[in-house]
């Protein structure tokens, strides 16, 4: 099926459908919601932030804003893992060729020469990063299962066969039991830190100045 001139909502829709499903007969490349989430997956998490900042921000995440939470220093290593990671889902054949890296700089802005501005989201990923941002925080229950799918998947994606990728991923379970445990008791007790902070936050009264209060570059 073919849509001429499709609104934002119906790519939004068609992102998440499987491929070969529908067209739209628009000029704009298509993201499908897999290949974001996959993205997401596996930048590293100063770049799933970027992402995340301008995904809520409605395609448009500010410098300040992500030094604020994440410190100085950090963005160019964050868009080098969103470009590495996106040459490296084409080679895969999961990230399309036409969509190529859809975060672009500004200039900089009253923060310094060096510092940039903001990154812009192009339109036409916003409705799959959006959707993957909302499946990946969507509460589930805890499923052994896709764990061992997920490092199943990364050695095939290094060239191991199936047989030997399970065996592999198998293996290293068994030796890693104890430290993923480890591992997950500290992701636990972070997150009800933050969540507490978060709460108290909230109840501050804390005004964050509005874009009105940045100065645009030229």
């Known amino acids: ?22 067209t739209a007969a628009t000029d704009e490349p298509v993201l499908t919601v897999e290949a974001a989430a996959r993205l997401i997956e596996l930048v590293t998490p100063d770049a799933a932030y970027l992402l995340n900042l301008a995904t809520d921000g409605d395609g448009r995440a500010l410098g300040v804003d992500f030094r604020a939470q994440r410190g100085e220093g950090r963005l160019n290593g964050a868009t080098t893992s969103i470009t590495c990671t996106i040459k490296s889902l084409i080679k895969l054949g999961i990230w399309p060729v036409d969509v ?18 903001a990154y ?27 764990v061992v799918d997920r490092l199943v998947g990364m050695y095939e994606e290094m060239g191991r066969p199936t047989h030997l990728a399970r065996e592999f991923a198998a293996a290293f379970l068994d030796e890693h039991a104890d430290d993923l445990a480890a591992w997950l008791l500290t992701r636990c007790t972070t997150a009800r830190r933050q969540d507490a902070a ?11 100045p509005g874009d009105d209060d940045l100065e645009t570059p030229t």
């Open 198 to 208: 978060a709460a108290q936050n909230s109840t501050a009264g804390h005004d964050r």
């Open 1 to 22: 099926m073919q849509i001429d001139d499709p609104t934002p909502e119906w790519l939004a829709l068609a992102a998440a459908q499987p491929p070969g499903t529908v």
């Open 120 to 146: 812009h989201l192009a339109p036409y990923a916003l409705p799959a990063l959006r959707a993957a941002f909302a499946r990946k925080e969507t509460p589930r229950t805890g499923d052994p299962q896709r």
């Open 100 to 117: 190529g890296n859809p975060l672009t700089p500004t200039t900089a802005g009253k923060e310094g020469w060096s510092k940039t501005y």
